[in-house]
């Protein structure tokens, strides 16, 4: 059964791809929990640390693409480089003005987020050019997606772990070390990741091509549903008095989609990866839903660990959606656009769950996590399947 996976680790380069990876994603986790803990400790205020969390998140949104596009015209070795010391900087000076006001903060958090390199859109870039195979590249996918659900297992917690044994600065201050080995890691080893030709034009974007809309739109909903979820849950946690287990429930979703992914690259898939997109997105949709049927702490990270199940297939489904979209030259910029449009509904999730849970209470917070994951699903049906039905 593992033979899939012993033969794609067997590929040049394919050790130092994962290794250098799964250590520059460790920051991708770790630095949005540890500027809210750094800034809410420096400025005991919570207000202040989400203005600098959501500046670091959509910066990040907006910009990742742009660098993406630009490691597809002139090289991945040309750009990730210099983009991560740039990142290592940023980061950096976000520890020298904490103490100062709240504008310095937000520009200090927006160019951290602006200039983070998206590691994951990097690897699967290079998997996209380099496996021929549907099934290797399936193979590869799935191992990208275990090591997204291992970052964010590892990252909160180890976010946690340093602000507690040594200071609000520590967490980002490790993740300066993550980030620089992982980025001047995997810019220097292995294939070089070439230019675009000379004669390769971008006409009008990856937005111009036909269903890339639909899947980004299906992803907002997904990150919406990603970022209700981790607030509504720390909600019902800290009202049934168990709050110190909120981070736990939090992570059994994550925990449930590592476990998916690595049992999901075991098989060959000849489904189109659209109707498994779509297929998943409606599995996570209804075990949302038994969520607000039960409403029962106890019975909570059954629920959690059941629609964590949906992660791994939907997203691997959906980069392989994507690969076979666009363009190999652009395939670095359309992973970002993956990340971003993600990044995004997290940010909206978020902000949306926190009011309906200020106003209404926990619980209620699982209503709009159900909604999102049905619209997600809903999209990706009407936009995706409809590219790969027989014409």
């Not at 991560?84 to 951290?112: D, E, K, P, Q, W």
């Not at 602006?114 to 191992?143: D, K, Q, V």
């Amino acid at each position: 059964m593992l033979t899939a996976y012993k033969t794609l680790i067997r590929k040049p380069h394919a050790l130092s791809t994962f290794g250098f990876g799964m250590v520059g994603r460790i920051p991708l986790a770790l630095n949005p929990v540890a500027l809210v803990l750094l800034i809410a400790e420096t400025k005991n205020s919570f207000a202040i640390a989400g203005l600098a969390s959501a500046a670091y998140t959509l910066t990040g949104a907006i910009c990742g693409p742009r660098i993406a596009r630009l490691a597809d015209q002139i090289g991945r070795r040309k750009v990730l480089p210099p983009i991560t010391v740039l990142n290592a900087l940023s980061v950096f000076f976000i520890l020298v003005v904490r103490h100062g006001g709240t504008f310095a903060i937000c520009v200090a958090s927006a160019a951290a987020g602006a200039t983070f390199p998206n590691f994951g859109s990097f690897t699967r870039s290079f998997w996209g050019r380099s496996l021929e195979s549907n099934r290797e590249l399936h193979t590869a996918l799935s191992i990208e997606s275990v090591l997204d659900e291992t970052a964010f297992v590892l990252g909160p917690a180890l976010a946690g772990v340093l602000y507690s044994a040594l200071s609000p600065e520590a967490p980002l201050a490790i993740g300066i070390i993550f980030l620089l080995v992982g980025g001047l890691g995997l810019g220097y080893s292995g294939l070089p990741h070439l230019a675009a030709p000379e004669d390769y034009v971008h006409h009008g974007g990856l937005l111009k091509i036909p269903h890339i809309k639909s899947l980004l739109l299906s992803l907002i909903f997904l990150g919406c549903v990603f970022g209700s979820n981790t607030v509504s849950t720390l909600a019902v946690a800290k009202a049934g008095n168990r709050g110190g287990d909120g981070g736990l429930l939090v992570a059994l979703y994550s925990i449930g989609s590592l476990v998916t992914g690595g049992l999901y690259g075991l098989r060959e898939w000849l489904s189109p990866p659209g109707k498994r997109y779509t297929s998943a997105m409606f599995v996570m949709a209804l075990c949302t839903t038994g969520i607000i049927i039960t409403k029962n702490l106890d019975t909570l990270p059954f629920w959690l660990v059941l629609s964590g199940f949906a992660i791994a297939p939907a997203l691997i489904a959906g980069n392989a959606f994507l690969r076979s979209s666009v363009p190999q030259q652009s395939l670095t910029e359309a992973f970002s656009y993956l990340g971003a449009a993600i990044s995004i509904g997290i940010t909206i999730g978020s902000a949306v769950a926190g009011k309906i849970v200020n106003d209404f209470g926990g619980w209620s917070g699982f209503y709009f996590v159900s909604a999102s994951a049905t619209l997600s699903a809903i999209v990706g049906l009407l936009g995706l399947r409809r590219k790969e039905e027989p014409h």
